[in-house]
């Protein structure tokens, strides 16, 4: 019983204070640069972080519009011009901007590129 409490509060303590978020976040990054010193990178994107959240100046995201459509592109095999939703959902998961419990409307259409980007960019926003 005492350690289901103690999963529960963990759970709820990662939830709070957006954990899962800000470790996507960054492994997102890591992957992205490949930056020659990882822990040094994660130490200047986290005083980076709490900068932007101490002043209120909006963070600057490592995607611009052409590294989305990178992105888009690999899962884009087929080259069709779409990605399905489950692709969709698990690459605003791997960039960080959709938490793995959050609820996405599945509406059976695959996603086009320009509804993509506007959806990451929104996100992006957002942050």
Known sequence: METRSRELQAAEYLEKHRIKELVGYLT???????????????????????????????FPFFMDNSNIVSMFEMMDSSNRGTISFVQYKEALKTLGLCTEDEDLEDDGHRITLDQFKDEVNKRITEI
Request: glycine share 4%; aromatic share 10%; hydrophobic share 50%.
């Open 28 to 58: 997102s990054a890591l992957l992205f640069f490949r930056p020659e010193k990882p822990r040094e990178y994660l130490i200047s994107l986290l005083e980076r972080l709490r900068i932007a959240k101490v002043t209120g100046v909006a």
